[in-house]
Nanobody, 117 residues
Framework: VQFVESGGGLVQSGGSLTLSCAASGFPFSTYAMSWYRQVPGKERLSVATITSGGGSTNYADSVKGRFTISRDNAKNMVYLQMNSLKTEDTAVYYC???????????WGQGTQVTVSA
């Protein structure tokens, strides 16, 4: 099982970024997927989820209306479009299956998103 996240960077408040995640080693198209984020000293939390077929999405209140999750099952890819970024969105972002993050065994390296004021 492998996840490779990319697309992070430094952006000003109000800006946009698109994150990508390449997944491999498991039947990707049968799994609901999530983007998680973590700041130092705090738990890894889900911010967006998408069903296996991509027909339904859900978002944390903190990102609702600003972030959009999508997937391409033909390419085993998950994406996170982030608009109207805020300083509080600064975190390392990871993708993985929809599950209690404490129970997940395999994580990618994540991608750092830093939003400056």
């Amino acid at each position: 099982v492998q996840f490779v996240e990319s697309g992070g960077g430094l952006v000003q408040s109000g800006g946009s970024l698109t994150l990508s995640c390449a997944a491999s080693g498991f039947p990707f198209s049968t799994y609901a997927m999530s983007w998680y984020r973590q700041v130092p000293g705090k738990e890894r939390l889900s911010v967006a989820t998408i069903t296996s077929g991509g027909g339904s999405t859900n978002y944390a209140d903190s990102v609702k209306g600003r972030f959009t999750i999508s997937r391409d099952n033909a390419k085993n890819m998950v994406y996170l479009q982030m608009n109207s970024l805020k300083t509080e969105d600064t975190a390392v972002y990871y993708c993985n299956e929809v599950r209690n993050p404490r129970a997940i065994k395999y994580w990618g390296q994540g991608t750092q998103v830093t939003v400056s004021a």
